[in-house]
């Protein structure tokens, strides 16, 4: 079974047909998606998602070029949902320094304190991160590495479309146990750094992700996003590891079972 680790189906972009696409991917051999929270709006709607569907599952969280809506409202809104059992993880939350929407210091306190409800609530965490390379290595590791609040739990996070240097990857999957979440990025010819990430990275730490709709593999760049394109991904990735589409889909599957205690 394939499972599609980060997706948006709570998206205006799939208000036409969000329930026939839905209903559709399990012939697609897509067995459970996690739908992944960004803006204080998608947080009801989640969660919806999330008990409306039983292979829908949800994470919460605001996105850092959201994190200017994160009022204590809005963060007893994100704890109070984590106590729904269709509710893996804290998410997506991190650094965004490309769109740079809100101040770094608000960033980074928005990052630590959904990070640290997630520690506590004993959940994984999905994190974006964007040209913020430096800042998110040293918050991840202040909380999840050695004497780190974090430390001991046995399922950390993912980096949601990873898109940093080798080293760090290094440090992220082998150092931190944190694992890597490839998406149609790996697709494109010119993300030579990636492929080389991906070949380096053992497959017990990648897991599978469309972020749709957003970042289309090829041959449908640019194009609404769905998880009915993850075979594309699954063959790319099996190219630059040497192995077959079915080895990806057994392990990624593993995988994403482990870290976000899938029943
Ligand atoms: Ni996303």
Redesign the pocket.
Known sequence: MIIDT?V?YDDDAFDEDREALLLSLANAGIGAVID?G?TRESLPKVLALARKYPFVYGAMGLHPDEVGDLTDETFAEIANALADPKILAVG?IGLDYYWNKEAKDVQMSAFRRQALLAIERGLPIVI?SREAAKDTLDIVRELYGPGGPGEKLAQKGVM?CYSYAMEDARIYTRKLGFYLGIGGVVTFKNAKKLKEVVADTPLEYLLLET?CPYLAPVPYRGKRNSSQNLPYIIEEIAALKGCTPKEVEEATEANARRLFKLP
Do not use: F, M, R, V
Request: hydrophobic fraction near 10%; charged fraction near 25%.
């Open positions: 980060h948006h992944i960004s997506e974006h949601h972020d």
